[in-house]
């Protein structure tokens, strides 16, 4: 599975949109990217995925460039409860089931 | 139940004793991951079960470490002679379907167990 590169931390204020973005530049054809985040002291959760076209659920929005080597992920609107360490991973359709995580980044924050 | 259930949810350990680990995937699902994760670091692969079969196992640090799915539902991890390197919080997470040729693989985590050896 492709490898992703992820800033270490990121800062935002409350109210505002957070962009995370993620550099996923060996990524092939068939790979999907899914971003995951992790609250202190839980486990990860799924936030939401995409092939080529861009993806919006009630979460968050997904942009993918053309090419397909980046990604964005925006949380439109950022409460302090969305401070986590956001995960962005490449999976390889019909691959292993396992996903294989980075260090991804921690976003604050602030009121 | 709503979601993974893992338990303990903390343990603590002496070196060189045996634990075992619970995960209660949710209903129905098939597939079942557990994941170790250390202190600041992402999780880790540790194994992966479709039903009750042990699909792979590559990411198991030694054979010390060893997991069941029995009856293809409730998974047990378990850590034979616990050193202080096993310190972590164990991820179990489960999804609704096996291999896919689509590709969506969503995973729903359990809050974790963490394991602190001594």
């Known amino acids: 599975d492709a490898k992703t590169t992820q800033p270490t931390s990121m800062d935002c204020a409350e109210g505002r949109a957070a962009n995370l973005p993620c550099n996923h530049s060996?990524?092939?054809?068939?790979?999907?990217v899914y971003w995951y985040r992790q609250i202190h002291s839980q486990g990860p959760q799924y936030i939401i995925h995409?092939?080529?076209n861009n993806e919006t659920n009630e979460m968050a929005s997904l942009i993918i460039t053309e090419d397909r080597k980046s990604s964005t992920l925006i949380l439109p609107h950022a409460t302090l409860r969305d401070t986590a360490v956001y995960y962005c991973i490449v999976r390889r359709q019909g691959g292993s089931e396992k996903l294989v995580f980075g260090k991804g980044t921690k976003l604050t924050v602030n009121p | 139940g709503a979601g993974v259930s893992q338990s303990p949810r903390y343990k603590v350990a002496k070196r060189g004793q045996d634990v075992a680990l619970r995960c209660d995937p949710i209903s129905g699902h098939v597939s079942l991951f557990w994941y170790q994760q250390a202190l600041g670091q992402g999780p880790e692969f540790l194994t992966y079960f479709q039903n009750e079969a042990q699909l792979d196992k590559s990411g198991l640090p030694s054979d010390r470490f060893f997991a069941e799915r029995p009856e293809g539902s409730v998974s047990t991890l378990k850590i034979q002679r616990t050193q202080q390197e096993d310190s972590a919080v164990y991820l179990c997470?489960?999804?609704?379907?096996?291999?896919?040729?689509?590709?969506?693989?969503?995973?729903?985590f359990g809050a974790g167990s963490r394991l602190t050896v001594l």
């Open positions: 997470a489960s999804s609704l379907e096996g291999s896919r040729p689509s590709g969506a693989n969503v995973l729903t």
């Open positions: 995409g092939l080529k």
């Open positions: 060996t990524i092939s054809g068939n790979e999907y």
